[in-house]
């Protein structure tokens, strides 16, 4: 997305590749165009918001593919213990209801 981004804005809006980059980047991480760079024509605006939906959902969804089987373990681990302290809490509590 991000060499999409750049090469788009550097034939879009006629940028240096470095500028480009420097948007897109801002752009791809939902942090919005630097104040220094604004797209000046309405192709570039436009791409520039079909850029930030698409770049944003695709950072999230690269996020949850690399982290989401640990997080799925740490929620599972959770989880197990959840139930382990619940099972000693209704321990105690019958085991005073007999007393």
């Known amino acids: 997305m991000v060499a999409i981004g750049t090469l788009?804005?550097?034939a879009i809006e006629g940028w240096?590749?470095?500028d480009s980059f420097y948007f897109t980047s801002f752009i791809a991480t939902g942090q919005g165009p630097p104040g220094n760079l604004q797209p000046a024509s309405a192709?570039?605006?436009a791409f520039s918001s079909v850029l930030a939906f698409v770049s944003v959902g695709t950072v999230i969804t690269a996020l949850l593919f690399l982290f989401g089987p640990f997080l799925g373990?740490?929620?599972k681990a959770g989880e197990e213990r959840l139930e382990e302290v619940e099972k000693e809490v209704e321990r105690k509590v019958?085991?005073?209801g007999k007393s």
Do not use: D, P
């Open 8 to 10: 788009a804005m550097h």
């Open 16 to 18: 240096s590749y470095l």
């Open 43 to 45: 192709l570039g605006k």
């Open 73 to 75: 373990r740490v929620l």
């Open 94 to 96: 019958e085991g005073k």
